[in-house]
């Protein structure tokens, strides 16, 4: 597993939509579970979506259920985050991650493999 790329990040309105995209280098990417973190200013970093290795288990944050959806393409050693419904509560760094167990993205506490540089999401009301 390469370096993780985040991309697709910036400024919205409160109901909008944004689309973030995570690349990874190399020929490993489908062996990793991957995810999304978020960290808002003066706070810790949160989980907000996970995804396994074939897209056959997804799990969200209830902060977001309803309105933000992970995939990936393993073809393309990308994973997306479609953020939809923005609210100014979002804005944030998202942190891509991957890990070789998903239960480690989706467990509380539980720490990951790889992480992206971060990607920035400002929401205005």
């Known amino acids: 597993q390469g370096p993780l790329v985040e991309s697709g990040g910036g400024f919205v309105q409160s109901g909008g939509s944004l689309r973030l995209s995570c690349t990874a280098s190399?020929?490993?990417?489908?062996?990793?579970?991957m995810g999304w973190f978020r960290q808002a200013p003066g706070k810790e970093r949160e989980f907000v979506a996970a995804i396994s290795r074939g897209s056959g288990l997804t799990d969200y944050a209830d902060s977001v259920k309803g309105r933000f959806t992970i995939s990936r393409d393993n073809t393309k050693n990308t994973m997306y985050l479609q953020m939809n419904s923005l609210k100014p509560e979002d804005a944030a760094v998202y942190y891509c991650a991957g890990d070789l167990s998903y239960r480690v993205l989706t467990r509380p506490g539980g720490s990951v493999d790889y992480w992206g540089q971060g990607t920035q999401v400002t929401v205005s009301s």
């Open positions: 190399g020929r490993t990417f489908s062996s990793y579970a």
